[in-house]
């Protein structure tokens, strides 16, 4: 056991969440949240998270001195090489351009790394979640959006700034519709929460789904309908799995993984969504690639990026 300790911080677009974390990936203390999003990012973000990780020493009575490093995982496109978000963060104000481990390194005079969040909560769940021990990993997220990482010799696969693992935009439907990145067709579009929702919602209005209410329907309520057996809503649940899991065929092909994790709110739902997506990828890939391969959920839930992104400080 070493008693190294490590700063994880987690930058959403809403919070902050900030905990220390072992040499040996486990939480040592509380995971503590500063709110982001209070007057709509007119105080830059990289303000309340400096003001945060001080407070946050402070009520756990750390020294800087006392930290081998900080591990940052962020939100939009980040640069890790760099550690400066350079990617679009869409709708946040103030924050392309920061420069996260220039401002903590001077501030906090610790050695800082920074990653995108899903690359850090796929580096999380390699080091102590569903795929602990394992080496190749692929890992898709789906919820508003469709994240991803993507774990080769069990390091994290970056590319030449940081922006591997940008799965979400892997076109699935080449005449399909467009997709708030300026391309057409990607699996984000088609394969969200968000989409299974937009599409499950026109097909309320069009009178092809009856008995449900436009404006209640939501993720849980297409799953409860599904269990029900209503035919209608499980055709789109059926579609929507469909490019789901064509896109996880095509990374299996390309990265040959041990194991597939699916993260977000929707991999809870073990027989309906993860058994499904399971089934699909393992008939649609090739014999040689579905021996031993696994499909499962992602396990560390909300402190997938605080650990991940320790890891990755560790490694760097
Ligand atoms: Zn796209």
Same mark, same amino acid.
């Given at each position: 056991?070493?008693?190294?300790?490590?700063? +994880?911080?987690?930058?959403?677009?809403?919070?902050?969440?900030?905990?220390?974390?072992?040499?040996?990936?486990?939480?040592?203390?509380?995971?503590?949240?500063? *709110?982001?999003?209070?007057?709509?990012?007119?105080? *830059?973000? &990289?303000?309340?998270?400096?003001?945060?990780?001080?407070?946050?020493?402070?009520? #756990?009575?750390?020294?800087?001195?006392?930290?081998?490093?900080?591990?940052?995982?962020?939100?939009?496109?980040?640069?890790?090489?760099?550690? &400066?978000?350079? +990617?679009?963060?869409?709708?946040?104000?103030?924050?392309?351009?920061? @420069?996260?481990?220039?401002?903590? /390194?001077?501030?906090?005079?610790?050695?800082?790394?920074?990653?995108?969040?899903? @690359?850090?909560?796929?580096?999380?769940?390699?080091?102590?979640?569903?795929?602990?021990?394992?080496?190749?990993?692929?890992?898709?997220?789906?919820?508003?959006?469709? +994240?991803?990482? &993507?774990?080769?010799?069990?390091?994290?696969?970056?590319?030449?700034?940081?922006?591997?693992?940008?799965?979400?935009?892997? *076109?699935?439907?080449?005449?399909?519709?467009?997709? !708030?990145?300026? @391309?057409?067709?990607?699996?984000?579009?088609?394969?969200?929460? !968000?989409? =299974?929702?937009?599409?499950?919602?026109?097909?309320?209005?069009?009178?092809?789904?009856?008995?449900?209410?436009?404006?209640?329907?939501?993720?849980?309520?297409?799953?409860?309908?599904?269990?029900?057996?209503?035919?209608?809503?499980?055709?789109?649940?059926?579609?929507?799995?469909?490019?789901?899991?064509?896109?996880?065929?095509?990374?299996?092909?390309?990265? #040959? *993984?041990?194991?597939?994790?699916?993260?977000?709110?929707? !991999?809870?739902?073990?027989?309906?969504?993860?058994?499904?997506?399971?089934?699909?990828?393992?008939?649609?890939?090739?014999? #040689?690639?579905?021996?031993?391969?696994?499909?499962?959920?992602? /396990? =560390?839930? @909300?402190?997938?990026?605080?650990?991940?992104?320790?890891?990755?400080?560790?490694?760097?």
């Amino acid at each position: 056991m070493s008693d190294k300790i490590y700063l +994880g911080v987690d930058i959403g677009g809403t919070a902050a969440k900030l905990g220390l974390v072992s040499g040996e990936g486990s939480l040592a203390s509380e995971v503590f949240e500063y *709110p982001v999003k209070f007057d709509d990012y007119e105080t *830059p973000i &990289i303000e309340t998270v400096v003001k945060g990780v001080k407070d946050f020493m402070e009520k #756990n009575s750390k020294e800087f001195s006392e930290l081998e490093g900080i591990g940052v995982s962020a939100t939009g496109g980040i640069n890790s090489k760099l550690g &400066i978000v350079e +990617g679009s963060a869409g709708h946040i104000k103030n924050w392309k351009g920061t @420069n996260i481990k220039e401002r903590f /390194e001077q501030e906090f005079g610790v050695k800082t790394a920074v990653l995108n969040d899903a @690359n850090a909560a796929a580096l999380g769940e390699m080091w102590k979640g569903a795929a602990k021990g394992k080496e190749n990993v692929v890992v898709m997220t789906v919820g508003t959006g469709v +994240g991803g990482g &993507i774990i080769v010799d069990s390091k994290i696969l970056l590319g030449r700034k940081g922006f591997a693992g940008e799965i979400g935009h892997i *076109p699935v439907n080449v005449e399909g519709e467009g997709c !708030s990145c300026g @391309n057409t067709g990607c699996i984000e579009h088609y394969g969200s929460t !968000s989409a =299974l929702v937009r599409n499950v919602k026109k097909a309320v209005i069009s009178g092809e789904i009856t008995g449900i209410k436009e404006e209640e329907v939501d993720g849980r309520l297409i799953f409860k309908e599904v269990e029900a057996g209503n035919k209608a809503v499980i055709k789109y649940v059926d579609e929507w799995i469909n490019y789901i899991s064509a896109a996880l065929v095509g990374l299996v092909h390309t990265f #040959n *993984p041990e194991m597939v994790i699916l993260g977000g709110g929707v !991999s809870k739902q073990k027989k309906l969504f993860v058994d499904k997506v399971r089934d699909k990828v393992l008939n649609g890939v090739m014999d #040689n690639f579905a021996q031993d391969l696994r499909v499962e959920a992602a /396990e =560390l839930r @909300n402190d997938a990026g605080i650990i991940g992104a320790v890891k990755f400080v560790i490694d760097a």
